[in-house]
């Protein structure tokens, strides 16, 4: 059975920076695709940044390129999030998810419990 469980959100003052971590058990992620994906009071959740596990496949949302870095470190079975110049619209829940790599995010993904990043301005 497949576990995420995140860690690192916190409060930060805007222009700050948070790391988020997720650590990954229960199968072998090779053939996997990591992902962040974020959601807001009142807003869909919506898709961060995304890397395949052996690495490439490096995707992120426009709002947050240049700022945030998606990696992954396969001896750790861990995928990490660095957040910089953090703003107050990046407040959210914060989720990490893993999927089959080229399958479908919200039909089959595997999700954590989500850790919350509070950005004040």
């Known amino acids: 059975q497949v576990q995420l469980v995140e860690s690192g959100g916190g409060l930060v003052q805007a222009g700050g920076s948070l790391r988020l971590s997720c650590a990954a058990s229960?199968?072998?992620?090779?053939?996997?695709?990591m992902g962040w994906f974020r959601q807001a009071p009142g807003k869909q959740r919506e898709f961060v940044a995304s890397i395949r596990w052996t690495g490439g496949s490096v995707v992120y949302a426009d709002s947050v390129k240049g700022r945030f870095t998606i990696s992954r470190d396969n001896a750790k079975d861990t995928t990490t999030l660095q957040m910089n110049s953090l703003k107050p619209e990046d407040t959210a829940v914060y989720y990490c998810a893993a999927v089959p790599f080229l399958y479908s995010w919200s039909e089959y993904g595997h999700w954590g419990q989500g850790t919350q990043v509070t950005v004040s301005s």
């Open positions: 229960g199968r072998t992620f090779s053939s996997y695709a």
